[in-house]
């Protein structure tokens, strides 16, 4: 498929947490399962903690929680950014991350 032809964008953010206990990030998983679902456009939702038991070289270790949501359009995607469960999401959460990495992609 060319990949002008893609109209659909995959938002992964990996999220470094303060705590790293298993509480934690379950947590915090939890509050993604609270906010970030069933936003319009979006086909696809998880979210969960990174599986300590991968260690080949090119696994990265250096975050706790991975988000994937795809949209079915790169509009849908930026109706989320802005909207009110998204914002609340952010301003919750967000002193319990010390790092957040956000990988988009067009799928």
């Known amino acids: 498929m060319p990949v002008n032809s893609r109209t ?6 990996f999220f470094t947490l303060k705590d790293q206990s298993p509480a934690a990030r379950e947590a915090f998983v939890a509050a993604c399962d ?3 679902t069933d936003h319009p456009g979006s086909i696809h939702y ?10 080949r070289p ?6 706790d929680v991975a988000l994937v949501v795809v949209f079915d359009s790169k509009e849908a995607h930026d109706q989320y950014q802005v909207a009110p469960r998204h914002k609340e999401f952010i301003a919750e959460q967000s002193p319990n991350w010390s790092k957040v990495r956000v990988f988009d992609a067009l799928a």
């Not at 998880?46 to 991968?54: D, F, K, L």
């Open 8 to 13: 659909g964008l995959a938002h992964v953010v």
């Open 34 to 36: 609270k906010y970030l």
């Open 46 to 55: 998880s979210a969960g903690v990174r599986e300590p038991s991968y260690q």
């Open 58 to 63: 090119v696994n990265d270790q250096e975050f």
